[in-house]
């Protein structure tokens, strides 16, 4: 058999495991610490490789993809300009217009809470068809921040 039909049998999910345990050091055990938290999450996440083999999480589309680079481990979220982060975890691709990521250097650690509760409101977004807010939700917005108390 060769390593093409080999690939070919294995689940996305396998290959996925197989990629964090590939990484070998600190990037690996930093996606698959995130990878157990979207999975707690979100327990009907569809895992899939895209793009060169890029773990990539979907429920109603993409939620986040997890990349590793030399000093970070990159989680982007396809919808993440429309999401709210109260928390702050997005640290990464700010002025974009659509994506947002959150990068981890080695050591750093993310509060779980704040990232399970983001990743349900990238589900909901999904779920509900929109990605941006309205223009009347954008308005109350923009008039709620703006008035003085």
Known sequence: MKKSDEVQSQSASELISEKIADLGDWRGETLARMRKLIKAADPDVVEE?????TPVWSHDGILCTGESYKKVVKLTFAKGA???????????????NVR??????????????????LIRRAVSLNSSGKAKPSKKARSTKTRSTNTKT
């Open 49 to 53: 490789l895209k793009w060169r083999g």
């Open 100 to 117: 947002r990521a959150i990068d981890i250097g080695e050591g750093e650690e993310i509060d779980a809470s704040a990232f399970k509760a």
């Open 82 to 96: 429309a999401l709210e982060d109260p928390e702050g975890l997005f640290n990464s691709s700010l002025e974009g």
